[in-house]
């Protein structure tokens, strides 16, 4: 299993970011896949899943109305668009893939495979 994360960096308050993830070694399709952040000093937050056909997509209330998971199976990869971004949304982004029994899980201990992470950092 292998997840390559591209996209983050250094945006504004109020700007955007999109956050790919590229998956290689197992059957796309047949997980679910979710984002996972932790900012400096704090412990893991989930922030968003979604299913294995993109059907279903779960948000954490401090990312609702403002990130958008989606997934491309034909290209084997998972996105994150962030807009409206804040200074309390900066921190490393990891796209995971979740047990096939989880589902979109906002539980981030669901979550078995992870990209190496990504810095995203908001800030004047």
């Known amino acids: 299993v292998q997840l390559v994360q591209s996209g983050g960096g250094l945006v504004q308050p109020g700007g955007s970011l999109r956050l790919s993830c590229a998956a290689s070694?197992?059957?796309?399709?047949?997980?679910?896949m979710g984002w996972i952040r932790q900012a400096s000093g704090k412990g893991l937050e989930w922030i968003s899943a979604?299913?294995?056909?993109?059907?279903?997509?779960n948000y954490a209330d401090s990312v609702k109305g403002r990130f958008t998971i989606s997934r491309d199976n034909t290209k084997n990869t998972v996105y994150l668009q962030m807009n409206s971004l804040k200074p309390e949304d900066t921190a490393v982004y990891y796209c995971?893939?979740?047990?096939?029994?989880?589902?979109?899980?906002?539980?981030?201990?669901?979550?078995?495979?992870w990209g190496q992470g990504t810095q995203v950092t908001v800030s004047s």
């Open positions: 995971a893939t979740a047990k096939v029994a989880a589902g979109p899980s906002s539980n981030w201990h669901d979550y078995t495979d």
């Open positions: 070694g197992f059957t796309f399709d047949g997980y679910s």
């Open positions: 979604i299913s294995r056909d993109g059907g279903i997509t």
